[in-house]
């Protein structure tokens, strides 16, 4: 009761404000106007599922999962130069403290101000996914990383000294999730899990580009870890190289004059086996792309080689490089505009340091187009350490809807293990739609779920499902994936709906 009077209240306050900032905006010169946005979003769910051990329903224990979200956000602008934003959430009530539980506290924010002194962009914010940086072939540096599960919060500054030429710099702390539910969302001063600080140098030409990162972690759960990394990228005549190389060591900046950073002896380096002069702490990898050749009437064909290498002894933290790995690729591929056909062949190579036998495949995919929406993809997988895999799929996507068909033959000719799902969505109304799915598991199991949904514009969602499974995007993994993932059967009766107010 106390949250739906809470809902009531802002809703009030909020489309009070609107027509306050309406009335405003007509007496206000267009020069010194703000540029105000709101946003008011309310989520709930509730889910009861079981062990598929039995039927019916009372067979075993239920088990009930309810989640309510209220979310409030603003953002006011002032031209170019200045933004603010906030973002205020519900503290989950599934949480341990009693007293704290169904307060709003801040999700996320930020403070944003562009100068005109060298293209200077600073930024306070607070548990944004702001982690990364222009490596694209190794990430030393991502928001995905388990050290920023809670995103951290702190400053970010870039400037342009010249023309070709950004520095970016991050200093972030890292609190616990307990001290920001605890602290109102507020930045918390003292007491983090954590720090983290990188800087970033980066040059880019017409047709070259070259990066300089440098970061250091401090945290309780992860040590003190320095990385630093090159990466570099050229093109000629629509042909282009990348390079990239990171290394991390334990330790703090206080021991950066004991670090011999990129020690690479490259007199035990051979073309047979590069990575035998690489030290395990460190991770390097190259790709040539643009290697292609266009006929008119045979169409288009090129090819990608790269290599990857990253040391058994990497640890880095803020990143997602995975160590004790070793691969070398070539993806092949034809491509047809006229017959609307495409093939797809990837050559791999690949070791994991601790493990007997590579994990190389070879996957092979054609995927042919028709009119009105129907595409048929044919493939085969054959792996260094497991038995080969056939694959189709067929998918039909028109006004009215869409079906889609997606077999896996593990083993054919022999066990001929068969898994196969059948997914659609038809468009009932302009509003509603129904979308069911019947999944067949390794030739045993029979899993089915379907779902209900009803939209009104972006601000209306409501949902309704049921089945013996969840289907999360299965068809792509059954297309995909090199090894058969199991998916447990689980009978449940879902609920979710949205209501969104505002404009942000």
């Not at 809902?7 to 905006?25: L, P, Q």
């Not at 224990?61 to 209220?70: A, K, Q, V, Y």
């Not at 539980?101 to 548990?127: D, T, Y």
């Not at 040059?203 to 990066?211: E, I, L, P």
């Amino acid at each position: 009761m106390r949250s739906l009077f809470l809902i009531i209240f802002i809703v009030t306050i909020v489309v009070s404000s609107a027509a306050w900032s309406e009335d405003s905006v007509e007496h206000t010169s267009p020069d010194s106007l703000y540029n105000f946005q709101w946003e008011a979003v309310y989520q709930g769910r509730l889910l009861k599922d079981r062990e598929g051990t039995g039927f019916p329903w009372n067979a075993v224990s239920n088990d009930e999962w309810r989640d309510g979200r209220l979310s409030l956000s603003f953002s006011l602008q002032k031209k170019e130069y200045c933004e603010l934003f906030l973002k205020f959430a519900a503290i989950p009530r599934n949480g341990t403290d009693e007293d704290i539980n169904g307060q709003l506290f801040i999700e996320q924010g930020h403070i944003l101000m562009n100068l005109p002194v060298m293209s200077m962009k600073a930024r306070l914010f607070s548990r944004e996914r702001l982690y990364r940086t222009g490596n694209r072939l190794l990430r030393p540096v991502s928001s995905d990383a388990l050290l920023f599960e809670n995103n951290g919060e702190g400053i970010g500054i870039s400037i342009q000294p010249g023309k070709y030429l950004e520095i970016t710099y991050l200093g972030v702390s890292i609190p616990e999730s307990v001290s920001i539910i605890r602290h109102g969302g507020f930045p918390v001063l003292h007491g983090a899990n954590g720090r983290f600080n990188l800087l970033e140098i980066r040059t880019a030409f017409q047709s070259s580009t070259f990066g300089l990162i440098f970061s250091e972690t401090r945290s309780v759960e992860y040590g003190d870890v320095l990385v630093a990394g090159i990466d570099a990228g050229m093109s000629y005549r629509g042909v282009g190289i990348l390079f990239g190389i990171v290394e991390a060591r334990p330790g703090r900046l206080e021991s950066i004059g004991d670090w011999n950073v990129f020690d690479i002896d490259f007199e035990r380096m051979s073309l047979d086996d590069i990575s035998s002069g690489l030290p395990g702490s460190m991770a390097m990898s190259a790709e040539i792309h643009g290697i292609e050749s266009h006929s008119g009437k045979w169409g288009k064909v090129g090819i990608i080689p790269s290599w990857k290498y990253s040391g058994a002894d990497l640890i880095v933290p803020c990143g997602e490089v995975i160590p004790g790995l070793t691969e070398t690729r070539l993806t092949s591929w034809w491509k047809h505009s006229d017959y609307a056909l495409s093939i797809f062949i990837d050559a791999v190579d690949s070791y994991r340091s601790g493990y007997k036998e590579g994990k190389g495949f070879i996957r092979a995919m054609m995927r042919e187009r028709f009119r009105n929406g129907l595409s048929v993809t044919e493939g085969m997988i054959l792996r260094q350490s497991g038995d080969p895999v056939l694959l189709m799929s067929m998918m039909d996507d028109n006004g009215a809807g869409n079906i889609r068909f997606t077999s896996r033959i593990e083993d054919p000719g022999d066990r001929n293990i068969l898994s196969f799902l059948a997914e659609g969505q038809m468009n009932l109304t302009g509003r509603l739609s129904l979308r069911t799915s019947l999944f067949l598991q390794n030739s045993i199991e029979s899993l089915y779920s379907a779902e209900l949904e009803f939209r009104s514009s972006n601000r209306f969602l409501f949902r309704a499902g049921f089945g013996s499974f969840m289907n999360y995007d299965i068809g792509t993994r059954l297309q995909y994936a090199l090894e058969t993932e199991s998916i447990d059967k689980n009978r449940y009766i879902s609920f979710y709906v949205r209501v969104a107010l505002g404009d942000v």
